[in-house]
Structures are given as C-alpha cells and as structure tokens.
C-alpha cells in the first residue's frame, strides 16, 4: 500500500516537471519536434500517440 502510494506520488511529480520542461518551448521548438502546445499534457503524461 505504502510503495503503491510512493510510486504514485512519483509518477505524479514525474508529470509535473515533464509539463513544466515542455511548456518552457516556444510554439517554433514544439513544432520542430512534430508537436502543438496542446499536444503537451499528453506526452508530459506519457499518453501521446501520433
């Protein structure tokens, strides 16, 4: 239960720095990688299909 927890709370600041790193790119770099800003919580989540 504990570990279940940790990892979760893990998984979540995961996603926030992931969401915080991406959305520091300007809408040129996004576009450069093949994404769109609303394309970021997605891939910050690790859900993102192409």
């Known amino acids: 239960m504990l570990l279940s927890l ?3 709370i893990q998984s979540f600041r995961d996603y926030q720095r992931n969401l915080a790193e991406l959305s520091q790119l300007s809408d040129r770099e ?5 994404l769109d800003r ?6 910050a989540a690790g859900n993102y299909k192409n």
Do not use: C, E, M, T
Not at 30 to 34: M, Q, V
Not at 38 to 43: G, R
């Open 38 to 43: 609303s394309d970021i919580p997605n891939v």
């Open 6 to 8: 940790i990892r979760l």
């Open 30 to 34: 996004l576009a450069d990688i093949g």
